[in-house]
C-alpha cells in the first residue's frame, strides 16, 4: 500500500504564491511519475504538472511560467511551487504517483486565491 501526504494549501491573495509538497510513503517498488492534479468547484480533474522518474516534466498550459515541479527521488517527495497565483487557481489539489501499473492519490489539499 502506498500513501501520499500533501501538505501547504491554504488562502491567499491574487499575486501570491504557495508552495505544495507531497510524501509518498509505503510499498514503493519504483515510481514512474509524480505529479499534481487539481479540481476546480464543479470541474473535472486536470493535470496541473508531472514529472517522471528520468525528470522530464510537463505542464498545464495554465500552469507554464507561473509554476514549478521539483522532486526529491531519494525521499519520494514532490513539491510544487505555485507563483503569481490567480483566483481561477482555486482547486483542490490533488498529488498522484504512477507506478507500474498502479495509480495513487492524496487526500486533497485545498488551494484558494482571493481577488
Known amino acids: 500500500q502506498v500513501q501520499l501526504v500533501e501538505s501547504g494549501g491554504g488562502l491567499v491573495q491574487a499575486g501570491e504564491s504557495l508552495r505544495l509538497s507531497c510524501a509518498a510513503s509505503g510499498s514503493i517498488f519504483s515510481i514512474n511519475t509524480m505529479g499534481w492534479y487539481r479540481q476546480p468547484p464543479g470541474k473535472q480533474r486536470e493535470l496541473v504538472a508531472a514529472m517522471t522518474s528520468g525528470g522530464s516534466s510537463n505542464y498545464a498550459d495554465s500552469a507554464k511560467g507561473r509554476f514549478t515541479i521539483s522532486r526529491v527521488s531519494a525521499k519520494n517527495t514532490v513539491h510544487l511551487q505555485m507563483n503569481s497565483l490567480k483566483p481561477e487557481d482555486t482547486a483542490v489539489y490533488y498529488c498522484?504517483?504512477?507506478?507500474?501499473?498502479?495509480?495513487?492519490w492524496g487526500q486533497g489539499t485545498q488551494v484558494t486565491v482571493s481577488s
Open positions: 498522484n504517483l504512477q507506478s507500474g501499473a498502479a495509480n495513487y
